[in-house]
C-alpha cells in the first residue's frame, strides 16, 4: 500500500497515519517529524530548517524531496509506505512521482482530508507533541494517561512552536496556496479520496478502513 495523506494543519494526518503504519507494518513517513529530527540535532538540514519552520512557511521543494527520496529508497519502504506531510507543493508532487516510477511502482491513492477552519484552529491550539517519538496528544480531545507524559514511550510532552494562533493562521495560508492545488493534480490522475478531518479518531479510522478497501491490500 502506498497512500499519501494530505489536508491542512491539524487535519488528523499525523494521528492517523501513525495507527495506519502500525496496523499495515508499513512506514509513516513524515516530512515534518523528519524535519524537526534534523532542527533537534542540529544538522545543516535542520540549521537551514529551523527559521523557516518557526515562521509556518514550506522549505524549499529541493530539499524535503532530497530528504525524502532518501526515506523512499530504503528497503523498509519496498513493501509500501504512509507519507504524512509529502508532498505538499506541485512540485514535490511531481518529484514523487519521479521517485516512484523509477521504482516502477505508482501511488495506490491520495487521502485528502477534508477539515473546516474551526476544528483545525481547536485541535492545533490544545495540541501537545511528543518529541520522542513522535506520538500527538490534545490536551482536551485525546488527553494523555499522564498529564504531560507521553503515553507510548514515557517521555515529556511539549508544546510544537508553531502552533501559536498567528503561525497557525499563517500555516493555513500556505496550506491554501502550495497545497491545495494537489487536490486537482491528484484527481486527474484518480487517486484522489475524500476523508472527513473533522471526525473524531475512531470515527475517522472506520470511514478509512471503508475508503481503503477499494485500493490495492495492505500487503502489496
Ligand atoms: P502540519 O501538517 O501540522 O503543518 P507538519 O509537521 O507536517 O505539520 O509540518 C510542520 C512544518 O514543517 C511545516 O509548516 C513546514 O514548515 C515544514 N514542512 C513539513 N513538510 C513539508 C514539505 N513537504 N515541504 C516543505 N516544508 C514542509
Not at 20 to 47: F, N
Not at 99 to 107: A, Y
Not at 116 to 127: A, D, F, N, Q
Request: hydrophobic letters at 35%.
Amino acid at each position: 500500500m502506498r497512500i499519501i495523506l494530505f489536508g491542512p494543519p491539524g487535519a488528523g494526518k499525523g494521528t492517523h497515519a501513525r495507527i495506519l503504519s502500525e496496523k499495515w507494518k508499513i512506514p509513516h513517513l513524515a516530512a515534518g517529524d523528519l524535519l524537526r529530527s534534523h532542527i533537534r540535532e542540529a544538522t545543516d538540514v535542520g540549521k537551514r530548517a529551523k527559521a523557516i519552520l518557526e515562521r509556518g512557511e514550506l522549505v524549499p521543494d529541493a530539499l524535503i524531496n532530497e530528504l525524502m527520496a532518501e526515506q523512499l529508497e530504503k528497503p523498509a519502504a519496498k513493501r509500501g509506505f504512509i507519507l504524512d506531510g509529502y508532498p505538499r507543493t506541485l512540485g514535490q508532487a511531481e518529484a514523487l512521482e519521479e521517485v516512484l516510477g523509477r521504482q516502477k511502482e505508482r501511488l495506490d491513492s491520495a487521502l485528502y482530508f477534508k477539515t473546516s477552519e474551526e476544528v483545525v484552529v481547536e485541535r492545533l491550539s490544545g495540541r501537545l507533541v511528543c518529541p520522542q517519538c513522535g506520538a500527538n496528544f490534545h490536551i482536551r480531545n485525546i488527553p494523555p494517561k499522564k498529564k504531560g507524559i507521553c503515553d507510548r514511550c514515557q517521555g515529556p510532552l511539549v508544546e510544537r512552536s508553531d502552533d501559536r494562533p498567528q503561525t497557525v493562521r499563517h500555516r493555513l495560508k500556505v496550506y491554501e496556496k502550495e497545497t491545495a492545488p494537489l487536490l486537482e493534480f491528484y484527481r486527474k490522475r484518480g487517486l484522489l479520496r475524500e476523508v472527513p478531518g473533522d471526525f473524531d479518531v475512531s470515527e475517522l479510522q472506520e470511514e478509512l478502513a471503508k475508503v481503503l478497501k477499494g485500493a490495492a491490500s495492505p500487503q502489496g
